[in-house]
């Protein structure tokens, strides 16, 4: 099963590290250290499946991603004999994912550190050693301790600085950030394998913290490999032999300790999953493990769901499945609260405002579509009128693309004529941030609500009242435990709750389904109608994606001209560029966005439409020194006006008309991540645009710098 590890360790001069020798071996290459002129050579390492350098998000400083030159630049901008060059982290990959889904697991991981510290990310997927458990996928993060930039490396990291200045700039302590870091290895690791429809979960707290007597297991590193490659005789026991016959008598006398570790991770297993889990808290004494295997069977705790059979068409045996009856008990009891909130008609809104909010819906749909025919579908209408019954709890099931946030974006305003309080939560911060740019509702992850629920200090801002509404989203991929607390705080506290998922996250099987096993008792509004698109052969392929059948819908989107390829990607940048422009003037009033995965060629499509646009006279350029001044007003004719400004990536030059996208969330703004915009106007030290949405905003360019050209993302 999933495994929790995540360590930290510095890579420093004191202890005879360099952080081009770590790069190295991790990576499994040859590098020199220029500072010392030695060359590490681990081009023959055998088991580096992958390895890749991440960057904060907009970051323009390309060079980085050369290893050579980002790690000795580490090396050069230390000047101490004991200096830190490096921080490693370490973590263990569920062994269930595939390779794909550890890579992008890892790099989401790595992005994550990469924006929170503005540092270069060196991450190395290994795969396990012959000599160890099979299962043993594990990576090696390694992060520079200054921030990466256009030019070279520049000022320390917070997590270096010492604990009076973090303290006294009102940031935590080291130690609170790496607990906080482990705490966001948990929260990716089980996103990505809820995604993954995987009913198994890590636990970032320790056996101690969890109240399990059990001893944990060690984790065996790459000192214990480097040794016995060595010659030198290595115990890869799991645990020491003491701890190993402790954890025996305690199994013997407290079994459910083991079926606790085990629901920790998936609510629903089989023996398989005993045996392992036994396996990693017992050496490999054959009756010591028969005994505990035993008694753990035999445990009053442990419930069987469904008995062990064969399957007739195939022939193989389906082993029987366990719960215990905490789980199952958790799970009852958040299905008799949703019947209770089900049965309790004391939560609804006036049809009234229901007409309206959808009217407003209609008219939004009609401006944005330039069809005076468009409006909301009979499946959103009569979501919009389920969820807004007088039922304290509702759940909606739809595909992705089938409106979900054009429907709750009409049901918040329907809640809120009537004078609730709407809360939105998801399990990602981007689930979260994406239910409120596109429905309205203000949104956090739900271990957000749970910390301040669990701070008595954080006053009243997020306490549920009679008087709210509690949107989740992604409702499918909660588990039982976490999604049993909302419903029971929703239940005791008064409010309502409404549960959105798709349909795949109706799949799952038995305990460990609360999304499915609440929509089974309580009922549910269906979506299945794709409304993103307007065509059906587009439609019918968004229907493909949506229920992984990939393939169908490619073929689709080739089979009528929407898929093209060029011989080098300077032909595919100078084509997007050719089609952005052709699209631009044969639709002037619509919207339109170039995209590529390389930051270099963001870079370089930008700067592609910005010259031809100059050059056609519809952009202005910055004026060289000497030249007379370019003031024309941006409201008279002409292209107006272009200034040069200092961001995050370096300078950047900007005029009337410009497409820009910001590249920070900031609240004093009201713009977040990846926003687009249009510039109004620009003078000295401000930008004044107008955001697709809407609204305008004025940028001092001072004190917010995280803004690029929009025309390419």
Known sequence: MAIYHASMK??????????????????????????????????????????????????????ARDRSDLWNAAEFAEKRKDARVAREFEIALPHELSAEQRLELTRDFAQELANRYGGAIDFAIHQPHDASDVRNHHAHLLMTTRRVEAEGLGDKTYIEWKNVRLLGEGLPTTQMQLRDIRQSWEHVANEHLARAGLDIRIDHRSHMERGLEIAPTEHMGVHATQMQRKGVEVDRARLDEDAARRNADLIREKPEQVLTL??????????????????????????????????????????????????????????????????????????????????????????????????????????????????????????????????????????????????????????????????????????????????????????????????????????????????????????????????????????????????????????????????????????????????????????????????????????HGNISFAETGEDARGQIVRDYLEDREQRPDGTRVAMAHRRADVRAINEAIRAELQDRGELARVREAGDVAQDVDHAQEGPGR????????????????????????NRDLGVKNGMLATVGHVEPGRIVATLDRGDRVSVPMGDYQAIDHGYAT
């Open 10 to 63: 510095p890579v420093s001069r004191s202890s005879g590290r360099s952080a081009v020798a770590s790069a190295a071996y991790r990576a499994g290459e040859r590098l020199t250290n220029e500072r010392d002129g030695i060359t590490h050579d681990f081009s023959r390492k055998q088991g580096v499946e992958h390895a890749e350098i991440v960057l904060p998000e907009g970051s323009d400083a390309d060079w």
């Open 262 to 559: 085990i629901t920790g991770e998936k609510s629903v297993f089989d023996r398989h999953d005993v045996a392992r889990a036994l396996h990693r808290y017992i050496n490999d004494d054959p009756q010591e493990f028969r005994d505990a295997f035993a008694k753990v069977m035999a445990s009053p705790a442990l419930v069987e769901l469904q008995p062990e059979r064969s399957n007739a068409e195939t022939g193989e045996i389906e082993l029987a499945r366990y719960s215990t009856r905490e789980m199952v008990g958790i799970e009852s009891g958040m299905v008799e609260s949703a019947q209770r909130m089900h049965q309790a008609r004391n939560h609804g809104v006036d049809r009234r405002h229901v007409d309206r909010a959808i009217a407003a819906q209609d008219a939004a749909i009609q401006r944005s579509a330039g069809d005076t025919s468009a409006r909301l579908s009979d499946e959103q209408r009569a979501a919009i009128e389920h969820v807004t019954g007088r039922e304290r709890i509702a759940a909606v099931v739809g595909f992705a693309g089938a409106g979900k946030s054009t429907m709750l974006a009409a049901a918040r305003e329907a809640w809120e004529a009537e004078g609730y309080q709407v809360h939105g939560a998801a399990l990602s911060g981007k689930a979260a941030e994406g239910l409120e740019e596109s429905s309205g509702i203000q949104s956090r992850t739900l271990a957000s609500w749970s910390r301040s629920w669990e701070n008595p200090h954080s006053g009243d801002r997020y306490a549920l009242g009679r008087g709210d509404v509690f949107v989740i989203d992604e409702a499918g991929m909660v588990g039982s435990r976490q999604l049993a607390r909302f419903v029971g705080e929703a239940e005791a506290r008064g409010a309502k709750i409404v549960l959105v998922g798709d349909h795949e996250q109706l799949q799952a099987i038995g305990a460990g389904a609360p999304f499915r096993a609440i929509t089974e008792e309580i009922g549910h509004a269906e979506l299945s109608e794709i409304r993103r698109q307007r065509v059906d052969w587009q439609r019918e392929a968004s229907v493909a994606f949506a229920t992984h059948r990939t393939a169908e819908g490619l073929v689709a989107y080739q089979e």
């Open 642 to 665: 272009a200034l040069t400004f200092q961001t995050n990536d370096g300078k950047r030059d900007f005029a009337t008309g410009d497409r820009i996208v910001f590249l920070e969330n």
